[in-house]
């Protein structure tokens, strides 16, 4: 859980005592299924006792985040328009943002969410090549020819040279996305 849901948890303070989480200090806690990143273990005790209060900061953190970049205009279950409906539906998958036309398609992607994860990382990935800035590998320096290997780190797309050098992402993303927001400023 926390390797698939860190990349995109939208929040920089501990969600129960409103305190700057401190790289090295932060407890990275799991209650039914989600991770809250908390300042310290007593902290949990808050989440244990209203989980969904807690839950309810973080998707809403999700949806304020990920919203502006949401790369869908459709509905990934029916295809139908999104706010054809109405209002489209905002739902949070872990610490990733999933759109739907209407309540009725989040049963179908509860049943099968990794079909539309898939669909929404590719569009993710489309979107964000138009305006990659970083031209060379972040881990090898090579430069990114038509076969760079696409990765993203939560909802962010890193480019690489190879398979290889993307496996570096996860040993240390920090270094990694500074490069890729260097370029990007550089741009």
Request: proline share 10%; with cysteine.
């Given at each position: 859980v926390v390797a698939t849901q860190l990349p995109s948890y939208p929040l920089s303070k501990c969600l129960v005592s409103g305190e700057e989480l401190v790289a090295?200090?932060?407890?990275?806690?799991?209650?039914?299924?989600?991770?809250?990143?908390l300042c310290c273990g007593d902290c949990s005790v808050e989440?244990?006792?209203?989980?969904?209060?807690?839950?309810?900061?973080?998707?809403a953190a999700v949806v304020a985040v990920q919203k502006p970049i949401y790369p869908l205009e459709i509905?990934?279950?029916?295809?139908?328009?999104?706010?054809?409906?109405?209002?489209?539906i905002e739902f949070v998958h872990g610490t990733r943002l999933v759109r739907f036309c209407c309540k009725g398609c989040i049963k179908g992607f509860?049943?099968?969410?990794?079909?539309?994860?898939?669909?929404?990382?590719?569009?993710l990935i489309e979107q964000q090549k138009k305006t990659y800035a970083l031209t060379?590998?972040?881990?090898?320096?090579e430069a990114l020819g038509d076969q760079a290997?696409?990765?993203?780190?939560g909802?962010?797309?890193?480019?690489?040279?190879c398979k290889d050098c993307a496996g570096e992402l996860d040993k240390d993303p920090t270094a990694i996305l500074a490069k890729v927001d260097a370029a990007a400023k550089v741009k």
């Open positions: 090295g200090k932060v407890v990275d806690f799991v209650h039914e299924g989600r991770l809250y990143r989440i244990k006792q209203d989980p969904a209060k807690f839950t309810a900061m973080i998707d509905c990934p279950i029916s295809d139908e328009p999104l706010g054809g409906m109405g209002d489209p509860q049943k099968n969410p990794a079909p539309v994860m898939e669909r929404i990382d590719t569009a060379t590998c972040p881990v090898s320096g290997f696409d990765r993203l780190y909802v962010r797309l890193v480019r690489f040279c």
